[in-house]
């Protein structure tokens, strides 16, 4: 069974940040798409970031340009998500998920996912 583990969520005041951490197997990390979404109570989740190592390519989504980064370790086969100017909507549980389509927002692409680090906002 693949597990994708997060970590490094928390609780932060609004304009702070947090970097998320995600281990995987290494046959999936090399060869799968990764990516990280969020899922905030009462909304549906929602992608946030990916990467590919074949290219290099990231994707972001509009609501966390400029704000957020997603890198990778290849040694590490860990992926992170830098989280910047953090906003009390970005609260949520955030998820890592890995899959083969390349580039897609959609949850429906991904094979793999992760528990879930909870990130909590204040204002």
């Known amino acids: 069974q693949v597990q994708l583990v997060e970590s490094g969520g928390g609780l932060v005041q609004a304009g702070g940040s947090l970097k998320l951490s995600c281990a995987a197997p290494?046959?999936?990390?090399?060869?799968?798409?990764m990516a990280w979404f969020r899922h905030a109570p009462g909304e549906e989740r929602e992608f946030v970031a990916a990467?590919?190592?074949?290219?290099?390519?990231?994707y972001d989504a509009d609501s966390v340009k400029g704000r957020f980064t997603i890198t990778g370790d290849k040694a590490k086969n860990t992926v992170y998500l830098q989280m910047n100017s953090l906003k009390s909507e970005d609260t949520a549980v955030y998820y890592c998920?890995?899959?083969?389509?390349?580039?897609?927002?959609?949850?429906?692409?991904?094979?793999?996912w992760g528990q879930g680090t909870q990130v909590t906002v204040s204002s």
């Open positions: 290494g046959q999936i990390f090399r060869r799968y798409a």
């Open positions: 998920a890995a899959g083969t389509r390349w580039p897609s927002a959609s949850a429906r692409d991904y094979n793999y």
């Open positions: 990467i590919r190592w074949s290219g290099g390519n990231t």
